[in-house]
């Protein structure tokens, strides 16, 4: 008869001890004990550990059951889907990732704390591993590239790795330069709590002083935190999957990026994606004014208030390059 195996002693501290790293990296994402280097060079794998936070906001949705709907709980949700979607592509991956344009400090700051607040990891992760997609687009090393580790993967199985875990400081030196950028990149959970907290305050307020709207706290938490961080990981994480997949081709690359007109609009813009791997510098990524990029526009909008500037252009090289293709 088989007897039920206990832990050895040393198996129990070495969990004990990994429970204690996770738990540190919860409120320090930089503390690595086996230093950085060696976390980088592992083998790419899902960790358990790392898809807790996935799993619990995916549950959280269904919480739906329990604290019902009201119009202006589902308006926050999209609003803040909308607002958060901009920060995303307009900051961090536009200005942060691209540097195609330039901003004060100030606002630089405002709007990492706002992409943070997508639960999509710090400023300078997101940057550092956007930067590291562009120079190996679709090449073994890519971390998300769906021609070479399929759609889940690239889709969301890549987030989960302990290797893509770290930021690679090296990548990011021009974004190290400012330590309120570093502090949220360490302290990464910090600004998706407070937004948490944020909604359910305000949703008890508006219990007590506007009864009549139908929300609580408990109802504006799961849908704007829940819902509507959910459904734009996964629009964001459908620009690394489905973007290299479906859609056309207009420049010849060497990756297998493509533009596809739904993911556009989803996404305010990032559809354009195989416009963008031609020509990442530029603030826009539709090239054409019939390709709709709702972020270029809010950001030339913001240029005329002075808050951002020096948009950068498409060349007209790449201009003159789409028109001869289009005529071959
Ligand atoms: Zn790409
Ligand atoms: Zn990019």
Known sequence: MNT???????????????????????VDSDFHPEGVEAVLAQEDKVDWKRCVPFIVLHLGCFAVLW????????????LLYAVRMFAITAFYHRYLSHRSYRTSRVVQFLFAVLGNSSCQ?????????????????????????????????????????TKNFPTDYSRVRDLQKFPELVFLNRHDQLVPVVYGALLWLTGWLLERSAPGLGTNGAQMFVWGFFISTVV?????????????????????????????????????????????????PAARQGFFWWEIDVSYYLLKVLSWTGLVWDLRK???????EAHALNQS
């Open 4 to 26: 039920p195996k206990t832990p050895s002693p040393s198996q129990s501290s070495s969990l004990l001890r990994q429970v204690k790293v996770f738990l540190q990296q919860w």
């Open 67 to 78: 604290v019902g709907v009201s119009w202006v709980a589902v308006v926050a949700a999209v």
């Open 314 to 320: 498409v060349p007209q090289s790449v201009y003159d």
């Open 232 to 280: 734009l990981l996964h629009a964001t994480f459908c620009i690394n999957s489905l973007a290299h997949v479906f859609g056309s081709k207009r420049f010849k690359t060497s990756d297998d990026s493509r533009n596809n007109f739904l993911l556009a609009l989803l996404t305010l813009g990032e559809g354009w994606h195989n416009n963008h791997h031609r020509y990442a």
């Open 121 to 161: 990891r710090g400023p300078l992760w997101w940057a550092s591993v956007h930067r590291h997609h562009h120079q190996h687009s679709d090449e073994e090393v890519d971390a998300h590239s769906p021609v070479v580790h399929g759609f889940w993967w690239s889709h969301i199985g890549w987030i989960t790795s």
